[in-house]
């Protein structure tokens, strides 16, 4: 064989050819790195759909986009530096992986997205499919499934009445809690408030939802945990498609073992509920189980998607009202004036005779505003929790975002910028006592509940359950220190106190 052929042609430097291949190599390696480094990273470089104005972000690690923003437990503060050094705070595109992302740092976009029926859909983790949540409200698809499980939560579940009705269960179990405080107090000299707290909200979800009260959680608290990582946690096979068959965090297999358990514990409670049905045929005001198998009769729905729905429950409104509360506590320890003042709001309006109770809290307006103030400064869900997906391309202010693309509201970064709120960093309730501000999702300088078709259905619920909670301890005991109050954050699928609050409770008498 000559050589000519078995080895490949190199041309020498005077030849033309040499230029033409130095070229065509410049322009090869030019192109990838054009690619890999494009704004908005590989994800934005592989979109089909081309917009006019290409919207502002980093290309992040070649290939890996800004994955070690999402595997970091502060999240929220890294996409908000950069949304601020890309001067991209209107809208900012990122990519992890094979995932377009698109983030607002601004009220104004924050609400075109949140508010446009384009981004009325959300991205499905593996965790959530795996988990069944696809048949479940918070990641059902936009349509007449999602729209029917809105309409009967909000008549069944989240109506003013409801809520109002529930507000002596609420009171039973704040009293429970405060009882549990001065326990700890005698036996321990202080209290970690998480655990506390966490029972209580679990009991008062179940309560709404089963019908059902617990002395002992035994395993369910164990799985209700499991489940929130699961949902928290970053998996890669959601951006790296060929990782997914390999399921190397092993989040498939650990959603599999939690389901079966899921199952267990949900459908005997369900069998209860039915067993109780066919003793007497009339169901006079039941619980939310009861409704679900009204419509399963009509044939509108089956067991596995009873089972996903209320479990959902279950999740979404035990931790957020839990961790909210603990930041609160955490706040009062470290603002005494702002908790005596409290008190005496309290005491003026309740006198010291008897229990604060559920219909004293329209009368509490400075404790209103030390729940707002903490929502704006630790917002349970900084990145609200659960993004959307465009479900079609649409415009976002100048730009246009391309169907598939995954939208996202800092709402932290919102809540602690300078140039919409005086002094953000300030933890000053008094903000909120002269200029009515609302929470629930009309005003997105400060929606923590999010805003639009997807707003989240249980914040009446919450907020009732968080106020009165709150009064009731801020009535019972003085809060004071056991140590230093860490306000260290970690973002897991909300965002919780890295340390978890330890502090005294002094009775008041
Ligand atoms: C402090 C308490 C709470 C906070 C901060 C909170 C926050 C949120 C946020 C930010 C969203 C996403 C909204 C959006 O995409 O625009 C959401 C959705 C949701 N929340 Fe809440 N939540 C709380 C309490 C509750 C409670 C008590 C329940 C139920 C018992 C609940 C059930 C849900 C459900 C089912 C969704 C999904 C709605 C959908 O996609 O249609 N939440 N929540």
């Not at 795996?130 to 409200?137: D, G, I, K, P």
């Not at 109050?485 to 699928?493: N, R």
Request: charged letters at 20%.
């Amino acid at each position: 064989m000559s050589s000519s052929t078995s080895t490949l042609f190199i041309p020498n430097a005077s030849s033309p050819l040499f230029g033409c291949h130095t070229i065509l190599l410049v322009v090869f390696f030019l192109s990838i790195f054009a690619f890999l480094f494009a704004p908005g990273g590989l994800a934005w470089a592989l979109s089909k759909t081309r917009s006019k104005s290409t919207i502002p972000g980093p290309s992040g690690f070649p290939i890996l986009g800004l994955v070690f923003a999402f595997t970091s437990s502060l999240t929220h503060k890294t996409l908000a530096k950069l949304s601020t050094t890309f001067n991209a705070k209107p809208l900012m595109a990122f990519s992890v992986g094979f995932t377009r992302f698109v983030i607002s740092s601004h009220p104004d976009t924050a609400k075109e997205i949140l508010t446009s029926s384009a981004f009325a859909d959300r991205p499905v983790k593996e965790s959530a499919y795996e988990l069944l949540f696809h048949r479940a409200m918070g990641f059902a698809p936009y349509g007449e499934y999602w729209r029917n499980l809105r309409r009967i939560s909000a008549i069944h579940m989240f109506s003013p009445k409801k809520i109002s009705n529930s507000g002596c269960f609420r009171e039973k179990l704040g009293l429970k809690m405060v009882n549990q405080v001065s326990s700890c107090m005698s036996l321990d000299g202080f209290v970690e408030v998480k655990s506390l707290l966490h029972f209580a909200s679990l009991n008062n979800v179940m309560m709404s939802v089963f019908g059902k009260s617990y002395d002992d959680f035994g395993e369910v608290e164990k799985l209700v945990s499991e489940g929130y990582e699961l949902l928290g946690v970053f998996n890669w096979s959601d951006h790296f498609p060929i990782i997914s068959w390999f399921d190397v965090q092993g989040v498939r297999r650990r959603c599999r073992d939690l389901v079966a358990k899921v199952n267990v514990f949900v459908t005997e409670i369900v069998n209860e509920h039915r067993e109780r049905r066919c003793l007497n045929d009339e169901v006079v005001d039941g619980d939310f189980v009861d409704v679900l198998l009204d419509l399963e009769l009509e044939n509108k729905f089956s067991e596995s998607d009873m089972i996903a729905v209320l479990w959902e429950m279950i999740f979404r409104g035990t931790d957020t009202v839990a961790i909210l509360l603990e930041w609160i506590m955490a706040r009062m320890v470290l603002h005494p004036e702002i908790q005596a003042r409290a008190q005496m709001e309290i005491e003026s309006v309740v006198g010291s005779g008897r229990p604060v109770c559920d219909s004293d809290l329209p009368n509490l307006p400075y404790l209103h505003a030390i729940v707002k103030e903490t929502l704006r400064v630790h917002p349970p869900g900084p990145l609200l929790s659960w993004a959307r997906l465009a479900i079609h391309d649409t415009q976002v202010g100048p730009h246009m975002v391309p169907a598939g693309t995954t939208a996202m509201v800092n709402m932290w970064s919102i809540t602690h910028d300078g140039e919409i709120w005086v002094n953000p960093e300030k933890f000053d309730p008094d903000r909120f006592m002269g200029e009515e501000i609302s929470v629930m999702g009309s005003d997105l300088r400060l929606a923590p509940f999010g805003a639009g078709r997807r707003v989240c259905p249980g914040k009446a619920m919450g907020l009732a359950t968080v106020q009165l909670w709150l009064a009731q301890l801020l009535q019972n005991f003085k809060w004071v220190g056991s140590g230093r109050v860490d306000l260290s954050e970690c973002l897991k699928m909300s965002l919780e106190m890295k340390k978890p609050l330890v502090c005294k409770a002094m009775a008041r008498v």
